[in-house]
């Protein structure tokens, strides 16, 4: 089993930052992929990265998106996404989840492991 657990969520101003985290615990040999995704009541869950435990490696599924930058730090299994240039658009609950794979195949699927989220809320 694989725990994860998300902080840095919170209220902003537009224009404004924030740095969410997820820690990991648990089984983490069958953690490949670290991803994040936002859902939004009555909206489809939206991809935004992940990143691969191994190598590093990242996978942005919009490359648009251009103000959010996922990174880790594996001495304290733990996977970053920076939040750059909030807009009320982005606001929504940000959650972790783990993929077996690569991020770039495996993303879209329903992920085994998954936190509780973090609620942003951006206002303008």
């Not at 615990?25 to 859902?39: D, E």
């Not at 991809?47 to 691969?52: D, F, S, T, V, Y």
């Not at 940000?94 to 993303?107: I, K, L, S, T």
Request: with cysteine; hydrophobic share 35%.
């Amino acid at each position: 089993q694989i725990q994860l657990v998300e902080s840095g969520g919170g209220s902003v101003q537009t224009g404004e930052s924030l740095r969410l985290s997820c820690e990991a615990s648990g089984n983490l040999a069958n953690m490949h992929c670290v991803g994040w995704f936002r859902q939004v009541p009555d909206k489809e869950r939206e991809g935004i990265a992940g990143i691969q435990r191994g190598s590093g490696a990242t996978y942005y599924v919009n490359s648009d998106r251009a103000r959010f930058t996922i990174s880790q730090d594996s001495a304290k299994n733990t996977v970053y996404l920076q939040l750059n240039s909030l807009e009320p658009e982005d606001t929504a609950v940000y959650v972790c989840a783990a993929w077996f794979g690569h991020c770039r195949h495996v993303m879209r699927a329903d992920p085994p492991y998954r936190g509780h989220g973090a609620q942003v809320i951006v206002s303008s």
